[in-house]
């Protein structure tokens, strides 16, 4: 745990110094001057006050993270020279960060500095809908300078397309939808569940495919080519840091639920032997011989 890691004595010293900055610290350095450009007398005319912290005007103001996703919250401020940094929630006025010390046990919540662009960034990992807020970057100036950022959570629907009981004909194809909408980006991964048993596409005649609908939509498609009574059941579509959404599977035997019956419990020859009989016409038959095909 990162703030663990900072020996006690050293984050009480750090909260200190935040607290009281404007006291221990040296005065503002705007009477000190700098930017000495030249070195001889012509030096003392180029010689400004220096401006001390402010932040960028193009720091951004709003952030928008998807539900699971990591946010970024940037703060850009010019001369910081050596003034601290905190990131504040707004919320509950928690200290999150102050410099690059984490002061929350929530390890979520991590802070660096990157020199090039003179930027102090806040990361919130895995973004819960309750970080959805105000987030406050405070510098340590006399007084205390801050910039807010406010972080927006989208929240992507997951739904399975049409109704929450499908009926289906034993050896017909069956192709099951799961809507992600309102998503900003697509989910790195849909998994789908037969029960509580991982549905893969190795190994099996199963199609699991996944489309990019612009501007927010994604859609997971689990294909069954010929389904039988033992794909029966519950199809569960988990996407990625996502909630799930679920169907149920109902494979009707069709017009010889005996026969079909029989397809499923007795052996292969058995059955095999007996299809052309049970069975009128050629597709019903492909459509066995590929169950078949798969119980193999
Ligand atoms: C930020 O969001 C607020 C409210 O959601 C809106 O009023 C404001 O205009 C936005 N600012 C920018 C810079 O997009
Ligand atoms: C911060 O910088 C000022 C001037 O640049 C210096 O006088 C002061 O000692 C520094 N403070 C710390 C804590 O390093
Ligand atoms: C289907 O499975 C999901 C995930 O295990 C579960 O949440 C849901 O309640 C199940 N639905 C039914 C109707 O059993």
Redesign the pocket.
């Given at each position: 745990m990162r703030v663990w890691a900072v020996p006690r004595t050293l984050r009480v010293a750090l909260l200190l110094l935040l607290l009281t900055s404007s006291n221990v610290r040296a005065p503002p350095p705007t009477e000190a001057g700098e930017e000495d450009v030249g070195s001889s007398g012509r030096g003392r005319h180029r010689r400004r006050a220096f401006p001390g912290p402010h932040f960028h005007p193009t720091s951004p103001t709003n952030i928008t993270t998807q539900l699971g996703a990591h946010a970024y919250l940037p703060c850009r401020i010019k001369n910081l020279g050596n003034k601290s940094v905190s990131w504040i929630r707004n919320r509950d006025s928690h200290i999150l960060t102050v410099d690059r010390y984490t002061f929350i046990a929530d390890e979520r919540f991590t802070a660096w500095h990157e020199a090039p662009t003179q930027t102090w960034t806040l990361q919130v990992r895995y973004v819960q809908e309750r970080d959805a807020g105000s987030y406050e970057c405070q510098v340590s100036t006399e007084p205390k300078m801050s910039h807010f950022v406010q972080l927006s959570v989208i929240t992507p629907s997951v739904t399975i397309a049409g109704e929450s009981d499908l009926y289906v004909k034993s050896g017909s194809t069956v192709n099951i939808k799961c809507v992600i909408s309102n998503a900003l980006e697509e989910p790195t991964y849909i998994f789908w569940?037969h029960g509580?048993r991982r549905v893969v596409s190795a190994n099996s005649d199963r199609i699991l495919s996944v489309n990019r609908i612009p501007p927010d939509t994604s859609i997971g498609k689990l294909t069954i080519p010929s389904v039988s009574l033992a794909d029966s059941g519950?199809y569960?579509c988990a996407p990625a840091s996502l909630e799930?959404a679920?169907v149920?599977l109902h494979v009707l035997s069709g017009e010889h639920p005996a026969a079909m019956q029989r397809g499923t419990t007795s052996t292969a020859t058995t059955t095999a032997s007996s299809a052309p009989r049970g069975f009128a016409d050629d597709t019903t038959v492909a459509a066995l011989m590929t169950f078949l095909l798969w119980l193999a």
């Open positions: 569940y509580d519950n569960t799930m679920s149920m």
